[in-house]
């Protein structure tokens, strides 16, 4: 069973629906709603709850693209609302650790400058998001990111053996946050690289109605 894109199928034609209201979107909408609770258990020193409500948003990121590819579910809305929710997400979860004290500042600059970068490159390049797809870089990172952070909070909680869970934490939020920086620079070459073709085929990139033209 694979791990990345699990649920895709050989047997059927996925048609891409334009429909919101899929399971898959619904899952998506449901994850992100967690994150202000999660923010209030971080701030209220719930530690294991805490742990317990990111480890569900960390599932529910797999389990909604699963559902979408298994039963032929993918959507334009989810195409662009899940990687979204994920980016907002993750940049609440870090910022929150790092004002709670739990994590270490490096961890926030890395997963909020790159962003930056990305999100001004985006608005300047085509008036908003370049509609590139996840990569599998972009996919391993993001795990990274979202078994560390739980594992920091786990490292919290008296009796769990916290200096062993804090030290695996800091290594896979190390790993994660390399892999953020290097997926941000490949998508920041894929933007430019589209904004160029575009060009050439004498398609204005922030025109995103005539990009099926292209």
Known sequence: MRLIGAGTRDDIDYVITDRFWTVPNVI??????????????????????AFIVLAVLSCTDWVDGYIARR????????????????????MVIVVTMVLAGIAPLWLVVSVLAPDLVLGITALILFRGSPELEVTVLG???????????????????????????TVAATVLLALGCAGHIWAAGDYLAGCVRKHRELRKRGIDPRDRASWSLA
Not at 29 to 47: D, E, I, K
Not at 71 to 90: C, E, H, K, Y
Not at 139 to 144: G, H, N, V
């Open 139 to 165: 996919k391993i990172r993001t795990a990274l990111l979202l078994v560390g952070t739980p594992m920091l909070l786990l490292g919290q909680v008296p009796g769990l053996a916290e200096d062993a869970l």
């Open 71 to 90: 039963f032929n579910q993918i959507s334009t809305v989810g195409q662009w609302l899940d990687p979204m929710a994920d980016r907002v997400s993750l």
């Open 28 to 49: 998506t909408v449901a994850r992100f709603c967690l994150v202000p609770f999660f923010v209030w258990l971080v701030f209220s020193q719930q530690y294991l709850a």
